[in-house]
C-alpha cells in the first residue's frame, strides 16, 4: 500500500515537471472586434484580443456605431470597417505594413493624417471622410483612395482657411455622394456619377464631371451663389440633376448674368428652398434650360431682366406649398413626347412658348397668362391639350393688345370634356390677335371639339378676339360672354362646333365677326346657341346670316334658352332677302323669343336633311319660310305674325299647333303634296278680328298619316269664310286638321258613298257665330291597300255632314260636287270642336216592339221595348197637350241604349212626375243615333222614330 502511494505522489510531480518544461503558445492568431469607440491600442475598447489589442497576425473588425483612432501603425493582418463604423488616421501618418482595408462603413483622414502601404478594398456603402483644417493635397498614388473598388461616398467635412482638400487634378470616379463642408480645387478630373452635394461652406473652385444621372445639391441652408460647379453647357461643369434643399437659395445669376445655364436632367426644389434669377445685382438676362422635369416643392423665381426665361424639357410640377415668380418672362416647353404642366392650386405665368418637336403640353390644372402684350401664347412646334382644365389669357391694360403666336404649320388645342380656353379682362378694352408675326414660317389654329374658347371682360368693357385671316378654326363652342366680343376677322367652324352667345346683364349684343353674311366659310357658324337671363343678340343692319345646323343628326342650328332674345330687328332696307335669318338646322327655343322687323324672314333651307322646329317653349316668328324639299317638322307650338312662304317642302305639324296670327297671311303657289302643311295630328290655326272686315282663310292642309313604301301624302284644303258681326269676337281663333279614314261614328249601316277624310274644327272665343266653308278631298278611288284616295262608292249619293261630339248628332248640308272633288257648308255653327266629311243621307235603323203610357202612383209612367237597337245611341222623351201642337222635352239628356248599335232590344221606361191631373196629354219618344240630329220641318217620318202615345189624367 505505501509503495502504491509512493508511485503516486512521484507520477504527479512528474507531470508538473513535465507542463513546466513544455515551450509556451505565444503569437496565436486572434479576431478583434469592437466593442466601443476609442484609440487604436485601447485594449477596453475590444473583445477577443490576446495582446489587449489587435497585434501581428490578428485581424480587426470594427463594428457599427464605432470610431476607432489610429494611435499607431495597425500591424494586424487585415482590417475590416463594418457599415457604420469608422477609421480614423489620427493625427499622424499611418503604414499599414501592406495588410488589406476593407471599408464598408468610413475611412477617415484626421488633421495631420495620413495612410500608406495597404490594400484599401470599399464596399457598397462605404465612405471616405477628409476631416482636416488645412489643405489636404490629395495624390493620384495615395492607396487610401483606389482607383478601382474605390470609396462608393466621399465627405469633405473639415473647415479650413482655404480649401479642405486639393484633388491635384487626380482622376477619380465617385458613384455615391461626394459632399464637402469646405473648398475643394484642382478636381477638374473627378467625376461624380451619384450626387455633389455642396453644404454650408462647401464649394468647388474648378468644375468637376458629371455622370448622366447624377445630382448636384445645394445643401448649404443659406444663400449660394453659383459658381465652377454649375458652369457649363457641356463637359465639366454640367449638371445633369439640380437639387436644391435644406432651405438654401440658390442665386443663379451670380458670376455670368448674360451666360445661359443647363441641366441635362431635372431641376427639384425642396420645400423652403428657392432658385432664384433675380438676386440682386444678378438679375440674369440669359435662360436656364431644364432638359428633364422642374419640380417645386420651394420657390422658382425667373428673372426680371429679358431673357431671363426657362426651358422644359419634361414635366412641370409645382406642389402644395410650392411657388413660381415669372417676373414678366416665359416658360418653354421645348419636350419631344407629352409634357404634363401640374401645379396645385392652379398656376399663373406671363408667356407660354410651345415648342416641342412632338406630343402635347397636357395640363394637369388651371393655367393663367398675365402678360400684357407681345406673344403671351406662342405655338411654334407641338400642341397643347387642356384636358378638362382652364387655360386663362387674363392680362389687360388700359388699352392694350396681345398675340397668340402660331408658327410652323398647324397645331391643335384640343382638351377632354370642360376644356376652356379663355381670354378675359378686367375693366379694360383690350384686344387679342391670333398672328403669324414674327414666325420663320406660318401657322395655324385649331381648337378641339371638346375646348369651349370663351371672350369675357368686367363691366362690359370688352375683351376682344381677333382669330386672324384663315388663322383659327373652332370644332368646339366660341362662347362670347358678357363683355366677350370678335372683331376684325372670322373663325372657321368645324362640322360639329357652336356659337355660343352667353352676354346676359341685360345689355344688346350685336352681332361681330363671328358671324359673318354669306352661305359658307369663315364666320358661318353651324350651330348658334343664346344661354344666360338677359342674352339678347342684335342682327346687324342690311346684312342676311346662315346657320349652317352641324352635322346630319337633329339639335344643331339656331338654339334658345330660357329669358334670352335673338333679334332681327335691326334695320333692313335692302329689300327681300337682303336681311334673312337662314336655317339649315334645327330651331330650338326653351324658353327665348325672336324679335324682327318685317322684312327679314326666318328661311328653312336644307337639302340633306328633314328639319325640326322645337324645345320646350314657343316661337312667334315675324316671317317663316319653310324651303326644304326633306321638310320641316314641328315639335312645339308656334305663332307667325306677317307670313309663313311655303316655298319648297312640306311642314309637318306632328302633334302641335301653327297658330297664323290676325294679320299673318300664308305665301304659297302650286300647293301640293309637295308643298303643304300637314295637318293630321297638330292643327293649323287661323286668328280673326271680326268686327272690322270679313275674314277668308285657306287653310292649305293636307296628311302624311299612311306616308311610306305603302302610302302617299294627301294635300286637302280647307277654306273658312266668315262673315261680318258688328260687334262681336275681336279675336277668334280657328284650327283645322284632317285625318284619312274613314270617320269612326259613320254607323254601321252605311257601307259605301262616303269618303275616307274627314276635318276637325276647334274655335275658341266669346259668343257664337256661323261659318262658311269649303273642303277639298281627294277624288280618286280609295284603295285600302295603299291607303290612296278618298272616295268609296259614288260621289252623287255623298253629301256634306257635320259631326258634333257633345251630343254625337250628325247634320247634313249640301251635296257633294263631284266635278271639283268638295263640297260646301254654308251657315255653319262655330262648335268648340265638330268633324266634317261627306256620307249619304240615312236613317236610323231601329224598331220599337211595344209602348205604353199608364198611371203609376199619381204620375205618368212611359214604357217601351226595343226590337233592335242598331244605328241608335238613345231616346228623348216629348210631351205636349195636342197632337200636333208644341212639344216639351222632358229628358235633360238622352236616356242611353242598352245595346247600342247591336241587333237587340230592351225594355225601357221614363216617370213623368210633373203631369197634372184632369189634362191631356200627348207623349213622343224620339231615337238618337250617330246618323240623327236636327230636325228641320216639316218632319219626315222617315228620318227618325217617333211614337205617339195619348194619355189622360
Known amino acids: 500500500m505505501k509503495s502504491v502511494r509512493r508511485f503516486t505522489i512521484f507520477g504527479i510531480i512528474f507531470l508538473l515537471l513535465a507542463l513546466l518544461v513544455m515551450p509556451s503558445q505565444v503569437g496565436r492568431a486572434a479576431s478583434c472586434t469592437s466593442n466601443g469607440s476609442g484609440t487604436w491600442?485601447?485594449?477596453?475598447?475590444?473583445?477577443?484580443?490576446?495582446?489587449?489589442?489587435p497585434d501581428t497576425g490578428d485581424t480587426a473588425t470594427i463594428q457599427s456605431g464605432h470610431v476607432v483612432t489610429l494611435n499607431a501603425n495597425p500591424t494586424s493582418t487585415s482590417i475590416t470597417v463594418s457599415s457604420g463604423g469608422t477609421l480614423a488616421t489620427g493625427g499622424a501618418s499611418r503604414d499599414f505594413g501592406g495588410q488589406t482595408v476593407t471599408v464598408n462603413g468610413t475611412f477617415r483622414i484626421d488633421e495631420g493624417g495620413y495612410a500608406s502601404n495597404g490594400t484599401f478594398t470599399y464596399g457598397s456603402s462605404s465612405t471616405l471622410e477628409f476631416a482636416n483644417t488645412t489643405t489636404y493635397g490629395f495624390a493620384d498614388a495615395h492607396v487610401y483612395w483606389p482607383t478601382s473598388s474605390g470609396p462608393v461616398n466621399v465627405t469633405v467635412s473639415g473647415t479650413c482657411t482655404n480649401a479642405c482638400l486639393d484633388m491635384n487634378s487626380a482622376s477619380r470616379t465617385v458613384s455615391g455622394t461626394f459632399q464637402m463642408s469646405d473648398g475643394v480645387q484642382e478636381c477638374g478630373s473627378l467625376t461624380i456619377n451619384g450626387t455633389a452635394q455642396i453644404n454650408s461652406g462647401g464649394y468647388f473652385d474648378a468644375a468637376p464631371n458629371y455622370g448622366s444621372s447624377s445630382t448636384l445639391k445645394y445643401n448649404s441652408g443659406s444663400t449660394y451663389s453659383r459658381s465652377y460647379e454649375w458652369s457649363a453647357t457641356s463637359g465639366a461643369g454640367y449638371p445633369a440633376n439640380v437639387q436644391i434643399s435644406n432651405s438654401t437659395t440658390l442665386d443663379l445669376g451670380n458670376g455670368g448674368t448674360s451666360t445661359a445655364r443647363q441641366m441635362s436632367g431635372s431641376l427639384t426644389i425642396d420645400s423652403g428652398s428657392t432658385l432664384t434669377m433675380n438676386a440682386s445685382g444678378n438679375e440674369m438676362t440669359a435662360a436656364l434650360t431644364v432638359v428633364g422635369s422642374v419640380t417645386i416643392n420651394g420657390t422658382l423665381t425667373l428673372s426680371s431682366s429679358s431673357g431671363g426665361d426657362i426651358y422644359v424639357g419634361?414635366?412641370?410640377?409645382r406642389n402644395s406649398g410650392g411657388t413660381f415668380t415669372a417676373n414678366s418672362r416665359a416658360v418653354f416647353f421645348n419636350g419631344s413626347a407629352d409634357q404634363t404642366m401640374t401645379s396645385s392650386g392652379g398656376a399663373t405665368m406671363a408667356y407660354l412658348i410651345v415648342n416641342k418637336s412632338s406630343g402635347n403640353l397636357v395640363l394637369g390644372n388651371?393655367?393663367?397668362?398675365?402678360?400684357?402684350?407681345?406673344?403671351?401664347?406662342?405655338?411654334?412646334?407641338?400642341?397643347?391639350?387642356?384636358?378638362?382644365?382652364?387655360?386663362?389669357?387674363?392680362?389687360?391694360?388700359?388699352?392694350?393688345?396681345?398675340?397668340?403666336?402660331?408658327?410652323?404649320?398647324?397645331?391643335?388645342?384640343?382638351?377632354?370634356?370642360?376644356?376652356?380656353?379663355?381670354?378675359?379682362?378686367?375693366?379694360?378694352?383690350?384686344t387679342r390677335y391670333v398672328t403669324t408675326s414674327g414666325c420663320g414660317t406660318a401657322g395655324t389654329l385649331t381648337f378641339g371639339s371638346n375646348v369651349t374658347v370663351e371672350i369675357s371682360s368686367d363691366n362690359w368693357q370688352?375683351?376682344?378676339?381677333?382669330?386672324?385671316?384663315?388663322?383659327?378654326?373652332?370644332?368646339?363652342?366660341?362662347?362670347?360672354?358678357?363683355?366677350?366680343?370678335?372683331?376684325?376677322?372670322?373663325?372657321?367652324?368645324?362640322?360639329?362646333?357652336?356659337?355660343?352667345?352667353?352676354?346676359?346683364?341685360?345689355?344688346?349684343?350685336?352681332?361681330?365677326?363671328?358671324?359673318a353674311a354669306g352661305s359658307s366659310g369663315a364666320g358661318v357658324p353651324q350651330d348658334v346657341l343664346l344661354t344666360t337671363i338677359n342674352t339678347r343678340v342684335v342682327f346687324p343692319a342690311d346684312s342676311p346670316r346662315t346657320v349652317l345646323g352641324g352635322p346630319e343628326a337633329s339639335g344643331h342650328g339656331i338654339r334658345?334658352?330660357?329669358?334670352?332674345?335673338?333679334?332681327?330687328?335691326?334695320?333692313?332696307?335692302?329689300?327681300?332677302?337682303?336681311?334673312?335669318?337662314?336655317?339649315?338646322?334645327?330651331?330650338?327655343?326653351?324658353?327665348?323669343?325672336?324679335?324682327?322687323?318685317?322684312?327679314?324672314?326666318?328661311?328653312?333651307?336644307?337639302?340633306?336633311?328633314?328639319?325640326?322646329?322645337?324645345?320646350?317653349?314657343?316661337?312667334?316668328?315675324?316671317?317663316?319660310?319653310?324651303?326644304?324639299?326633306?321638310?320641316?317638322?314641328?315639335?312645339?307650338?308656334?305663332?307667325?305674325?306677317?307670313?309663313?312662304?311655303?316655298?319648297?317642302?312640306?311642314?309637318?305639324?306632328?302633334?302641335?299647333n301653327l297658330t297664323m296670327k290676325r294679320d299673318a297671311t300664308i305665301s304659297i303657289s302650286s300647293p301640293s303634296t309637295s308643298r303643304m302643311i300637314i295637318a293630321d295630328d297638330g292643327k293649323l290655326c287661323k286668328t280673326f278680328h271680326l268686327v272690322?272686315?270679313?275674314?277668308?282663310?285657306?287653310?292649305?292642309?293636307?296628311?302624311?298619316s299612311f306616308d311610306g313604301a305603302d302610302g302617299e301624302k294627301n294635300y286637302s284644303p280647307f277654306t273658312l269664310d266668315l262673315p261680318y258681326y258688328d260687334d262681336q269676337y275681336d279675336a277668334y281663333n280657328i284650327c283645322a286638321k284632317v285625318t284619312h279614314t274613314r270617320h269612326d261614328h259613320i254607323g254601321s249601316t252605311i257601307t259605301t258613298d262616303y269618303i275616307h277624310r274627314?276635318?276637325?274644327?276647334?274655335?275658341?272665343?266669346?259668343?257664337?257665330?256661323?261659318?262658311?266653308?269649303?273642303?277639298?278631298?281627294?277624288?280618286a278611288a280609295y284603295d285600302e291597300d295603299v291607303e290612296a284616295g278618298d272616295v268609296d262608292g259614288d260621289e252623287a249619293n255623298m253629301y256634306g255632314a257635320e259631326y258634333y261630339p257633345s251630343t254625337q248628332i250628325w247634320t247634313w248640308y249640301d251635296h257633294v260636287v263631284p266635278a271639283s272633288n268638295n263640297f260646301f257648308l254654308d251657315d255653319v255653327t262655330m262648335y268648340s270642336q265638330a268633324d266634317y266629311t261627306a256620307l249619304p243621307k240615312t236613317p236610323t235603323a231601329a224598331t220599337m216592339a211595344d209602348m205604353t203610357a199608364a198611371d203609376s202612383g199619381g204620375a205618368v209612367r212611359v214604357a217601351w221595348t226595343t226590337g233592335i237597337e242598331t244605328d241608335i245611341v238613345g231616346f228623348n222623351v216629348y210631351r205636349g197637350t195636342s197632337p200636333d201642337g208644341e212639344q216639351t222635352l222632358l229628358t235633360a239628356s238622352p236616356i242611353g241604349c242598352q245595346y247600342p248599335g247591336l241587333p237587340q232590344g230592351a225594355d225601357y221606361e221614363f216617370v213623368d212626375t210633373t203631369a197634372q191631373t184632369g189634362v191631356k196629354y200627348y207623349y213622343w219618344i224620339e231615337t238618337v243615333g250617330p246618323n240623327l240630329s236636327k230636325f228641320f220641318g216639316p218632319l219626315d217620318a222617315s228620318w227618325f222614330f217617333r211614337i205617339f202615345l195619348p194619355f189622360t189624367r
Open 462 to 515: 370688352y375683351s376682344r378676339f381677333d382669330p386672324g385671316s384663315s388663322l383659327t378654326t373652332i370644332n368646339g363652342i366660341l362662347k362670347i360672354s358678357a363683355g366677350g366680343q370678335v372683331v376684325g376677322n372670322s373663325p372657321t367652324y368645324g362640322s360639329a362646333s357652336t356659337l355660343n352667345y352667353n352676354c346676359g346683364g341685360g345689355g344688346n349684343y350685336t352681332i361681330g365677326t363671328e358671324w
Open 560 to 656: 334658345m334658352a330660357s329669358n334670352t332674345t335673338l333679334e332681327l330687328s335691326s334695320t333692313c332696307s335692302g329689300g327681300t332677302n337682303a336681311c334673312n335669318l337662314t336655317v339649315l338646322g334645327d330651331w330650338t327655343n326653351d324658353g327665348g323669343s325672336l324679335s324682327s322687323v318685317t322684312q327679314r324672314r326666318v328661311v328653312f333651307s336644307n337639302t340633306s336633311r328633314q328639319q325640326v322646329i322645337g324645345g320646350t317653349a314657343s316661337t312667334t316668328f315675324q316671317r317663316l319660310e319653310i324651303n326644304n324639299s326633306n321638310d320641316v317638322l314641328l315639335q312645339h307650338e308656334i305663332e307667325v305674325e306677317s307670313v309663313l312662304y311655303m316655298t319648297n317642302g312640306d311642314f309637318d305639324l306632328d302633334a302641335y
Open 692 to 704: 272690322t272686315d270679313p275674314n277668308s282663310f285657306l287653310y292649305p292642309i293636307g296628311d302624311n
Open 41 to 53: 491600442t485601447t485594449a477596453s475598447i475590444w473583445d477577443n484580443c490576446d495582446s489587449g489589442y
Open 366 to 430: 388651371n393655367l393663367t397668362l398675365n402678360a400684357t402684350s407681345g406673344n403671351v401664347l406662342s405655338i411654334q412646334g407641338g400642341g397643347i391639350d387642356l384636358n378638362g382644365k382652364t387655360l386663362t389669357l387674363s392680362g389687360s391694360t388700359s388699352s392694350g393688345s396681345s398675340n397668340i403666336q402660331i408658327c410652323n404649320g398647324s397645331h391643335t388645342i384640343s382638351g377632354g370634356t370642360n376644356s376652356v380656353f379663355l381670354m378675359s379682362t378686367v375693366s379694360n378694352v383690350f
Open 758 to 779: 274627314y276635318w276637325t274644327l276647334t274655335s275658341s272665343g266669346s259668343g257664337e257665330g256661323t261659318f262658311d266653308g269649303t273642303f277639298q278631298y281627294d277624288g
Open 314 to 317: 419634361g414635366n412641370w410640377t
